[in-house]
DNA sequence: ACCACAGTATGGTCAGACCATACCGAACCA
DNA sequence: TGGTTCGGTATGGTCTGACCATACTGTGGT
């Protein structure tokens, strides 16, 4: 003990106080998606710190897909609230494989848990399946792996936003996203799509069929298919 | 058409130029968490860009949970890599729960779907239990409700943990810390907490025999005891 | 062997300038 | 009246250079 009064450890960066004042507004005001956020300029004067501080704040609320930011004037212009998670969660998965500090195996599992769940959802949700049936016309066209793992990615994908639950659609897309070249080898690899191809065919049928146990079971032994390695 | 050549839509900022280059770095390097990045200044110099731009791209990998910066001198100072997604994850989610781009019942939903699979999981892998324990005894102990429901987060992490998938388990803590106060507010609506630890009980015994399905179900009746309102 | 202190590299912050962009509006022409 | 042109201006993007607080490093004295 000093006894000197002491201030506790933690010291406040100015542009984290630039974030939780942004936030406060955010919430009080009841700011949503489309809503415009002041100019840089504005806000340095309006909080009182300097304009590269809630440069910084800017930067990390663009990382976290909350704004987006564009030059000129008008309406359109300057820091506009958004709703874009997928990006910010796919630059979060693809910079964390990089640094090792994510497997591939672990996301490929929590690629199955969200796959299994979705189809059940969607199953029992009864949702629309042309954008199912459009993807899977995609990869039949298909004439490399690139492409078919395009259409495979649309496909997969669709079925996580047919479940209705936006959160659990970002995180399969970046988990897509962040994984795209590993799939395309393991297309490479497998040579022969046809097994796939069925295996889709029979998702979407157990899908509008409303089979929610089929669409999982299908599901599941569809990645069992397409990374045979990863499986006993 | 202009016939003019012509200049691709897409403007590069700079300090998207130094983020990719960073991140070359670390693919090209096999940089991992611990690694040390070279200071501000002088990466601006190798760059060719300000400090500024530098510091941009600091702080998005910083909110990306991929580098600390530390100040002073040392080892230890500077930009260190790490291995945080987590509060990267929880910031997402805060923020666009406030945005009201995401609701609860989505995020509910995603811990459902969770929970399941880690317990499932974590009795396949004959896991270490006995951080479950402490927190089971932690809540037994708990004397308000911000106390049970620390505890109780600590517990169904625990079981994220001890499934053995580091992205699952990073996800699972951004959710429950991001519906902190609503996990609060259900525990004071319910009053009682006796059939809480009951579940609490049976799930850990479920995974200490390592009974999958048993681990499975008796999550998903927790979570139905938990929050009543939200199932039918 | 220990300690006090100056040196120094680090990130954190600020002020001020300039640029490119894109809208706005007035002046200008048809 | 109607359209067009062109300067004004608000916006983010970038750079420079300065100063501060922090925390290690090394030196010199005891």
Chains 1, 2 share one sequence.
């Not at 406060?24 to 840089?40: F, H, Q, S």
Request: glycine share 6%; net charge negative.
């Amino acid at each position: 003990m000093d006894g000197t009064g002491w201030r506790p450890v933690k010291r406040t960066r100015t542009f984290e106080d630039v974030l939780a004042q942004i936030e406060r507004r955010i919430a009080e005001d009841g700011l949503t998606a489309g809503d415009r956020l002041p100019a840089e300029r504005q806000l340095a004067e309006q909080l009182g710190v300097s304009r590269s501080s809630v440069r910084e704040a800017m930067r990390v609320l663009e990382t976290l897909g909350v704004v987006s930011s564009q030059v000129g004037r008008g309406p359109d212009a300057g820091a506009v609230l958004t709703s874009r998670p997928d990006s910010a969660l796919t630059d979060l998965l693809r910079l964390h494989l990089g640094l090792a500090s994510l497997e591939m195996r672990e996301v490929i599992d929590a690629r199955h848990m969200i796959e299994q769940w979705a189809a059940a959802h969607a199953a029992g949700a009864g949702a629309d399946t042309s954008a199912l049936a459009a993807a899977l016309a995609g990869m039949d066209a298909a004439e490399s792996a690139e492409e078919f793992v395009e259409h495979d990615t649309a496909f997969h994908c669709a079925i996580a936003d047919a479940s209705g639950n936006r959160l659990i659609a970002a995180i399969m897309r970046s988990l897509r996203d962040s994984m795209r070249r590993y799939s395309v080898e393991a297309v490479q690899r497998l040579g022969d799509t046809s097994i796939l191809r069925a295996d889709h065919v029979r998702i979407l049928a157990a899908i509008e069929d409303g089979d929610a146990e089929e669409a999982t079971r299908a599901v599941s032994e569809h990645l069992a298919h397409a990374y045979p390695t990863l499986f006993r």
